[in-house]
């Protein structure tokens, strides 16, 4: 299989994966879900006609005589007649015959008697202002907020149907990985186990199993058996070249994988691949990001996030373009992964750009991808923010 370009892969990641199954779940549990289907409302919304302040609810002109009060969470069984008023707290239903509301403030009392200025309509929030019964207002593919939580209880939503989160096994390859302390002779702190469950945490996966491997197969292929069954995507990191201690390629051969992707020409993130690899009579997307903490950050991005949003049903947005505030050189043939940030004049690269390095990523908000010849400044680059 060819190297693809980075647009290349890019493109087969989109087209290559679906949505999983749809799920109900109570609206308590629904946060950055993926709405499954078109949500209406159920009911107006208001339901009814309210008072947008305290005050006076009034009939006609001043003055107005005081008969009752409008208790909140009720509907008042009185009807308001010419020149009568009732009290009435904000959110509380407009009785029969309430024409405005005059504010505590602006409102004069005289024992049993109100004067003030009050317009027809005044501080009146009309029945279905916001939304009607059976308007859509939030669409398929669209990300659950907790603004959105709030708009669906409000319309008298107890649960929503979304798409089943994705369940991924992670495996970090590497015999040099430490856990704990300051690295010695010869070994590597791991950086990318500590991170990577909470990026993929942030983009709608279930971590089923986050495990470290050393460079074994016959370990590798036993822990794959393993969770076979249980997940929908499979992620390790390192073991993607050819060396004689890169095991990648081996167990996709093991599992009779069919590549999607072999190699990727961008830098950092070339050594990335993409394959299914055969579970009984079903195949599980497995993808495997480059060992270096910045090239497998930004082999992730690139590809981990879209193949994570096409499973959970998010539908994709539009590419950003940003305008580069200086020269980035590029390969002929390669394309670059530039972390930085954006301002007003436009995208500046971090600096630290190693692959093995972390100190620009993390001061970073995205990468820039800039496409071979396209590194001159103001041009219009293709920008990847975190969003994590």
């Known amino acids: 299989m060819h190297e693809s370009s980075w647009l290349e892969a890019r493109e087969i990641v989109r087209d290559s994966f679906n949505p999983l199954s749809v799920e109900e779940v109570p609206?308590?549990?629904?946060?950055?879900?993926?709405?499954?289907?078109d949500i209406s409302a159920l009911s107006d919304l208001p339901a009814y006609d309210t008072t947008a302040m305290d005050g006076w609810v009034v009939n006609g002109n001043a003055p107005w005589k005081i008969v009752g009060e409008v208790a909140t969470g009720f509907v008042a069984n009185q009807e308001l007649q010419v020149g009568q008023c009732m009290k009435i707290s904000?959110?509380?239903?407009?009785?029969?015959?309430?024409?405005?509301?005059?504010?505590?403030?602006?409102?004069?009392?005289?024992?049993?008697?109100?004067?003030?200025?009050?317009?027809?309509?005044?501080?009146?929030?009309?029945?279905?202002?916001?939304?009607k019964s059976g308007e859509v207002f939030a669409k398929l593919g669209?990300?659950?907020?907790?603004?959105?939580?709030?708009?669906?209880?409000?319309t008298g939503h107890d649960k929503v149907k979304v798409f089943t989160r994705p369940r991924v096994a992670l495996f970090f390859l590497g015999d040099?990985?430490?856990?704990?302390?300051?690295?010695?002779?010869?070994?590597?702190?791991?950086?990318?186990?500590i991170q990577f469950p909470a990026i993929l945490n942030s983009h709608g996966a279930d971590i089923v199993a986050a495990k470290f491997i050393k460079d074994d197969l016959a370990l590798f292929t036993s822990e794959i058996n393993e969770i076979m069954g249980?997940?929908?995507?499979?992620?390790?990191?390192?073991?993607?070249?050819?060396?004689?201690?890169?095991?990648?390629?081996?167990?996709?051969?093991?599992?009779?994988?069919?590549?999607?992707?072999?190699?990727v020409k961008v830098r950092p993130g070339y050594h990335l691949l993409l394959a299914e690899i055969n579970n009984g009579n079903s195949q599980i997307p497995f993808l495997a990001l480059p060992g270096n903490p910045q090239s497998a950050l930004a082999a992730f991005i690139s590809f981990g996030k879209p193949i994570l949003e096409s499973m959970s049903g998010l539908i994709p947005k539009d590419e950003i373009y940003v305008e580069l505030t200086e020269n980035i050189p590029t390969q002929s043939d390669f394309a670059k992964l530039i972390p930085g940030v954006l301002s007003v004049d436009g995208f500046t690269p971090a600096q630290y750009l190693n692959s093995a390095m972390l100190r620009g990523v993390a001061s970073s908000a995205g990468f820039a991808l800039i496409e071979p010849g396209m590194g001159d400044a103001?041009?219009?680059?293709?920008?990847?923010?975190f969003d994590f």
């Open 176 to 193: 040099e990985l430490i856990h704990s302390g300051i690295p010695k002779h010869g070994t590597i702190r791991d950086s990318l186990g």
């Open 27 to 37: 609206l308590s549990e629904s946060n950055l879900r993926i709405i499954a289907s």
């Open 378 to 385: 103001g041009s219009k680059v293709c920008w990847l923010a």
């Open 142 to 154: 669209a990300r659950v907020t907790p603004p959105l939580i709030g708009l669906l209880a409000a």
């Open 230 to 263: 249980m997940v929908d995507l499979i992620i390790t990191t390192g073991g993607t070249a050819d060396g004689p201690r890169d095991f990648v390629k081996p167990i996709i051969e093991e599992f009779q994988g069919k590549y999607l992707v072999d190699r």
């Open 90 to 131: 904000t959110g509380g239903v407009i009785p029969k015959g309430g024409e405005a509301i005059l504010p505590w403030e602006n409102a004069e009392v005289d024992g049993e008697l109100v004067s003030g200025a009050a317009q027809t309509s005044n501080h009146i929030r009309p029945s279905g202002a916001e939304c």
